[in-house]
């Protein structure tokens, strides 16, 4: 689910260019009247409505951490049920509508010239008619369910507080509620909503677990070149030390890692920090602060987290040091890169400060011993191929090609690369190095195929091993005895082969039609839908995999029976079709 997510965050980025010249000849022109606005600060905060009438509460808040993003919006609770109304916060036109099976599901974005923002409403319901009736067009025109397109300033005005969908959980959500993002409508950078809406929390952010990193070859830290973490306690209100005063010995070049979160008050959820400061000796050497979100960037969050600790535990972790390559706009001020230098045998007093975004505070404080020690050297023989992150980097066998272009790593690595023999497969098994370690960028990936007995190469595709130990539809294309895809993940692959059709079971009939859809080798791909032999919009949800169809009065004579014929794909073009008959 998060993999959906992250593709629909790139697919998102910079999208309305036609939108854009008409906003840029608008800022222009205010310029010459006016001054420039300073749209990220907010020097005159724009005055919004809210887009529920109901009392603001937060599931998840601006910036928190998740694997290969940042939450670029807020996430409002909606009462745990779908069809709250949602309203345009200001005046402005709809801009872009995106329907998918996932990620996002049914989102709205609606452009505000006056106060320079986008504002963005996913994992909607359903729409208000004036909206609904130009996205069955385009479906219908395009015969597709999913469909992203702009709109022009004229073809769907909107006014402040005007009705224009219901709340709902469409797309890769986990319960109903509103995401809600406010974009600067040139550079599409999220902010942060909480700079207009008041949301109480009176709550300090916790401080879970400190984690000590010695840099591999020039740092060593109680007595091991490993990460160690360290549990804590809090002294008083806000105020944390190791668990049971306990000082760390260092020597050499040591990274900090923190285990934070932010609660709020009249909640259980747990939320991200505003803030990571990090101060040695009363010099600030690391300061991270979330106000605005760059779509282009935020895969960057990958050398932000732990991400190893992440794929093996489940847990974020902060890391207050950059690799080489992370591009981070987040990161204010940085010492060198935020890496603790213990050269000297004496005390380093370390505080680290987390606040969240209405000024609640806690602050860890300890001390780092420096205590001279030989630092053990990089044991390379686990890895004999140097792959520095900056150049392109590939590997290459008979049976085997990938090709790594230049900054897809954050730091330079040796590649590590074995295979299972198996030669009744359609491939060996290979295990392109580790997958806790992350990717910035997709990589090309050629496996040879053996044992080739289909006619039909289309039927091969390369699967990835994932977290939960599942293997994943990457890619099917044939290329002369290989098949290719592209992956931003390392770990194990092998090519699989899919000629079984998925099923489709019927759930109900009535106004609205539903269908179960499963695929358990490659998985559901494209799908379509007809009445009465002519294509109509038939629904999909990815979560539940079922697919609807709601009688359409505009579309649909009522009052006789209906041919209804449902074709479903699966990714390696294996096909099922359901025909039935409905009286509606
Ligand atoms: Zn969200």
Redesign the pocket.
């Known amino acids: 689910m998060l993999y959906q997510e992250t593709f629909f965050v790139y697919r998102s980025i910079l999208k309305c260019n036609f939108a854009e010249t008409f906003i840029i000849m608008y800022l222009l022109l205010s310029f010459l009247f006016t001054l420039a606005f300073p749209f990220s600060s907010f020097a005159e905060k724009p005055d919004l409505v809210q887009p529920m009438l109901i009392p603001m509460e937060l599931s998840?808040n601006f910036a928190e951490l998740r694997p290969n993003h940042y939450?670029s919006?807020?996430?409002f609770k909606t009462m745990q049920a779908i069809g709250q109304t949602i309203y345009s916060v200001d005046d402005g036109y709809v801009s872009r509508i995106s329907i998918s099976r996932n990620g996002y599901g049914n989102c709205l974005y609606i452009n505000h010239p006056k106060s320079g923002l986008t504002s963005v409403y996913?994992h909607l319901d359903s729409f208000e008619s004036f909206i609904d009736s130009v996205i069955k067009r385009k479906q219908y025109a395009d015969e597709s369910f999913e469909v992203d397109f702009c709109l022009t300033p004229n073809q769907l005005p909107v006014s402040k507080g005007q009705r224009v969908a219901k709340s709902g959980n469409s797309g890769s959500s986990g319960g109903p509620?509103l995401?809600f993002e406010l974009r600067e409508l040139v550079s599409e950078h999220a902010l942060n909503p909480l700079t207009i809406y008041d949301v109480k929390d009176d709550v300090r952010p916790r401080m879970h677990k400190l984690t000590v990193n010695p840099i591999k070859g020039k740092g060593i830290s109680a007595g091991v070149s490993d990460s160690k973490s360290y549990q804590l306690e809090t002294i008083s209100n806000g105020v944390y030390r190791i668990k049971n005063g306990a000082s760390i010995k260092a020597w050499g070049f040591i990274g900090l890692g923190l285990k934070a979160n932010d609660y709020m008050t009249g909640t259980s959820n747990v939320y991200g920090v505003y803030i990571l400061k990090v101060d040695v000796d009363d010099v600030t050497t690391f300061n991270y602060q979330n106000d605005e979100i760059s779509f282009d960037s935020t895969r960057y969050i990958n050398s932000f987290i732990d991400y190893e600790k992440w794929y093996k535990n489940d847990e974020l972790i902060m890391q207050t040091y950059v690799q080489p390559n992370a591009y981070m706009s987040n990161i204010k001020q940085l010492v060198g890169d935020g890496c603790l230098d213990i050269n000297e045998e004496r005390d380093y007093n370390v505080k680290m400060t987390v606040c969240d975004y209405s000024g609640n505070k806690s602050v860890l404080s300890f001390v780092i011993k420096g205590q001279k020690q030989l630092i053990p050297i990089v044991d390379t023989a686990w890895g004999n191929n140097y792959f520095p992150w900056d150049t392109l980097n590939s590997f290459k066998t008979d049976d085997i090609s990938f090709y790594i272009p230049a900054g897809s790593l954050y730091s330079d690595i040796y590649f590590n690369y074995i295979y299972n023999k198996d030669s009744l497969a359609y491939s060996d098994t290979h295990v392109l190095h580790y997958p806790y370690v992350p990717m910035q960028k997709y990589a090309d990936l050629k496996i040879r195929l053996k044992n080739d007995i289909l006619s039909d190469k289309q039927k091969y595709y390369i699967a990835y091993k994932n977290k939960r130990g599942e293997w994943e539809f990457m890619g099917n294309t044939y290329d002369d005895g290989f098949i290719k895809c592209e992956t931003r993940f390392f770990g194990e692959y092998k090519i699989m082969c899919d000629t079984i059709a998925p099923t489709i079971s019927l759930l109900s009939k009535g106004k609205i039609i539903s269908f179960r859809v499963k695929d358990d080798t490659s998985g559901v791909g494209k799908w379509s839908g007809y009445v009465d032999g002519k294509w109509a919009v038939f629904s999909m949800d990815n979560k539940t995999n079922t697919i609807s169809y709601v009688f359409d009065k505009n579309r649909v004579e009522k009052g006789k029976s209906h041919k209804i014929e449902l074709h479903v794909f699966d990714e390696c073009n294996n096909e099922a079709v359901y025909k039935t008959n409905v009286w509606w």
């Open positions: 998840s939450h919006g807020v996430d996913a509620h995401h």
